[in-house]
């Protein structure tokens, strides 16, 4: 259940080495892959890296999600109103929008364009979990759905959701819901890059000189390189969702699904 651990340097040495990679001392950062309406999941992996992060020495302790929380898996609303409920004891918990944010709050429009787009790529399972029963959802027309979503879906989940952010930038560390566009500053970004970006970025070894943390791609395990560390794991699939966890110039791994180690 709980992990696989690698240490850059050893055990011995917790020092910050030049040239690799660090967040600021004092400070333990974890980050959680795409969830995607996986309730279960969620509440195990937060469960270990709250048992991690009791294990380990004394530090202040920092919550990222990459985004894409809802679609595919079967409680997109369960994990938004855990994560409202995470939001609301934990100031240092922070969203990032991904792409199925994005789709998903471009459906409650009333749009039935946007419905059909969201429905196609695994919003049919989140807006069942909102309470619409599957036989409901097979008989409505688009246009039906797409008049009753908004009404359907909590205003509380949707300004939320509106706040979640496109970048976070924590010591040598950027992370992002999907990549940056290479030879672009974080904060010039594009937000349809950060959300959507795939070839430009993924196929060269570093693109920017921060280390980029990033979801939306799924592997079949943690997508380690020279400047990016990619950790979708397919969790609605697989049943492997995957955090990060970082302190000082450590950096180490934490997932469901997988033996103790």
Avoid: C
Avoid at 60 to 67: A, F, K, N, P, R
Avoid at 113 to 122: C, E, L, M, S
């Amino acid at each position: 259940m709980i992990q696989f651990i690698r240490n850059l340097f050893g055990k011995e040495d917790q020092q910050i080495t030049m040239g690799y990679p660090a967040v600021p001392l004092g400070q333990r950062v974890y980050a959680i892959g795409d969830i995607h309406g996986r309730l279960d999941l969620f509440d195990e992996l937060l469960e270990q890296i709250q048992h991690d992060h009791e294990t380990r020495s004394t530090a202040e302790m920092h919550l990222i999600l990459l985004g894409d929380l809802v679609d595919r898996g079967p409680d997109s609303a369960g994990v938004i109103a855990r994560a409202m409920e995470l939001r609301a004891t934990n100031p240092n918990i922070r969203f990032l929008a991904g792409n199925h944010e994005e789709v998903f709050l471009s459906a409650l429009t009333g749009d039935a364009k946007n419905v059909r787009f969201f429905a196609r790529i695994g919003g049919r399972e989140t807006i069942l979990s909102y309470g619409m029963s599957y036989e409901t959802y097979r008989d409505m027309d688009m246009e039906s759905l797409a008049e009753e979503l908004p009404r359907l879906v909590p205003q509380e989940h949707v300004d939320f959701v509106t706040a979640f952010e496109n970048a976070i930038v924590i010591g040598d560390y950027a992370f992002v819901h999907a990549g940056i566009r290479p030879g672009v500053p974080v904060e010039e970004q594009e937000n349809y890059d950060l959300r959507w970006i795939r070839g430009e970025f993924l196929s060269k070894d570093k693109v920017h000189d921060k280390m980029i943390v990033h979801g939306h791609t799924i592997s079949e395990q943690v997508d380690e390189r020279k400047g990016r560390i990619g950790i979708d794991t397919g969790a609605y699939d697989s049943g492997v969702l995957t955090a990060i966890g970082l302190e000082g110039a450590d950096r180490w791994f934490l997932q469901t699904g997988m033996p103790t180690t």
